[in-house]
């Protein structure tokens, strides 16, 4: 087995062997066989055996940090016999001062090592931290960015409501056909429409079959909703509007822009179908419901738009 880069430290009580290590080294503990993690004392578990210090030892011999762990059974280790001194005889407090030195050394040196295991574990744990916190902002500037679109489009379409009065003003003051042309709304939608999505011949052939009245919020989200069920080979007609979006971003079968636009055109939909409404926000919401299909085009896959 080749060393790993991070330290094993091997502890035991009177039935247990406890086991400290990097989380990265967690598919070689689950090897040695009945390991099992206790979160309170943060070390791995394995019964005091002698099959499970064979395994232990097999495992870890080359990346484990000095252990007083002896296998189960075997014979303490006999001191070595005392050699004779030649050199003075150290006095008590000499001697005193040599054995807390050296257990002092010793109990640092362990405690190095278990700090550099500990420091190990928390720079893991940190990378994942960094890691969530950039999904999360990469997610925040992605609804950010879908908000600032909505609200351009509502905007552009409260300045198209102010300024239709003029266009037919001007219309009826000068009389002539260019300018009849200009405020025939529906044309002037529909190339609006063709424009916003770079003259696609698919769309405009949708915009044709599209009438561009009260009813269109309903008719748009009729027929996303039949794109839906193509994009998900969903043949059951009772599964509702909502439920298609939820399983078309479940299966992440679109981007989270698309999935905002198909709420936008849900919502403006039941609201068209079901409130009261006059004719000026009846007409902005046609207008709305347009545009937000003009935007969702470019997320809606090729054989979805061809199917439908």
Same mark, same amino acid.
């Given at each position: 087995?080749?060393?790993?880069? $991070? ?14 290590? $990097? ?14 993690? *206790? ?24 990346? +484990? ?18 050699? =004779? ?30 700090? =550099?295991?500990?420091?190990? +574990? ?18 925040? *500037? ?16 409260? *300045?198209? =409501?102010?300024? +239709? ?12 056909? *260019?300018?009849? +042309? ?40 009729a027929w996303i909703e039949q794109a839906l069920r193509v994009m998900l080979d969903c043949q059951d007609r009772t599964v509702s509007f909502f439920n298609l979006i939820a399983s ?7 981007p989270e822009d698309g999935i905002g636009l198909l709420h936008f055109i849900r919502k403006h939909r039941n609201r068209s179908a079901h409130e009261l409404i006059d004719l000026s926000e009846s007409t902005a919401l046609m207008h709305v419901s347009l545009f937000a299909l003009c935007l969702f085009w470019? $997320? ?9």
């Open positions: 087995m080749r060393p790993s880069r $991070h330290a094993v430290l091997l502890e035991e009580t009177d039935t247990e062997f406890l086991l400290g290590c $990097h989380p990265e080294l967690r598919d070689r503990v689950k090897r040695l066989g009945g390991a099992k993690w *206790d979160a309170g004392r943060r070390r791995w578990v394995l019964a005091k055996t002698g099959k499970a210090w064979d395994a232990i030892i097999a495992e870890f011999r080359d990346d +484990m940090l000095p252990t007083v762990v002896l296998r189960p059974g075997s014979l303490p280790i006999e001191p070595p016999p005392a050699i =004779k001194r030649t050199e003075p005889d150290r006095t008590p407090i000499e001697a005193l001062k040599e054995d807390v030195g050296r257990a002092n050394e010793e109990a640092l040196t362990a405690l190095r090592s278990h700090v =550099k295991t500990l420091e190990s +574990m928390l720079e893991a744990r940190v990378k994942e931290l960094v890691e969530v916190k950039g999904q999360l902002q990469e997610r925040a *500037d992605a609804r950010e960015q879908a908000l600032s679109k909505y609200f351009a489009l509502a905007r552009q379409h409260d *300045d198209l =409501k102010h300024g +239709m009065p003029s266009l037919l003003e001007e219309a009826r003051r000068s009389g002539s056909q *260019d300018a009849l +042309m200009r405020v025939d709304r529906a044309d002037w939608l529909r190339e609006e429409g063709a424009r916003a999505t770079a003259n696609d011949p698919l769309f405009r052939a949708l915009l044709q079959r599209l009438t561009l009245d009260s009813t269109l919020p309903t008719s748009v989200a078309v971003q479940a299966a992440g079968l679109l470019r $997320h809606l896959p090729e054989q979805a738009r061809r199917s439908v």
